[in-house]
């Protein structure tokens, strides 16, 4: 079974990056959907962005055009690039690989964005 730990989860400014990093090991993640969510506190887990193992891409509304995902089957990771990060980016970042009905996910990584 795969296990997956994030990093990268930071304080960062208004209009500031980040890139959060989601390391796999126990199983190839070649034939998981990957993805990236996210949790604000008070609020329900929602969808950042997924990739397939073709690496087809869906993203959140909230973050197309400024996240990017991206994944390495070779090395086993799955990155997340955030640019111009507001706000109401703030949650804890959580990795997740799904296959068919299996899904399992990491410890998740504290993004906080504020000034």
């Known amino acids: 079974q795969v296990q997956l730990v994030e990093s990268g989860g930071d304080l960062v400014q208004p209009g500031g990056s980040l890139r959060l990093s989601c390391a796999a090991s126990?199983?190839?993640?070649?034939?998981?959907?990957m993805g990236w969510y996210r949790q604000a506190p008070g609020k329900q887990r929602e969808l950042v962005a997924i990739i397939t193992p073709g690496d087809r891409t869906n993203y959140g509304d909230s973050v197309t055009g400024r996240f990017t995902i991206s994944r390495d089957n070779a090395k086993n990771m799955v990155a997340l690039q955030m640019n111009n990060l507001k706000p109401e980016d703030t949650a804890v970042y959580y990795c997740?690989?799904?296959?068919?009905?299996?899904?399992?996910w990491g410890q998740g990584t504290q993004v906080t964005v504020s000034s």
């Open positions: 997740n690989a799904r296959f068919g009905i299996s899904s399992k």
């Open positions: 126990g199983s190839s993640i070649r034939p998981y959907v």
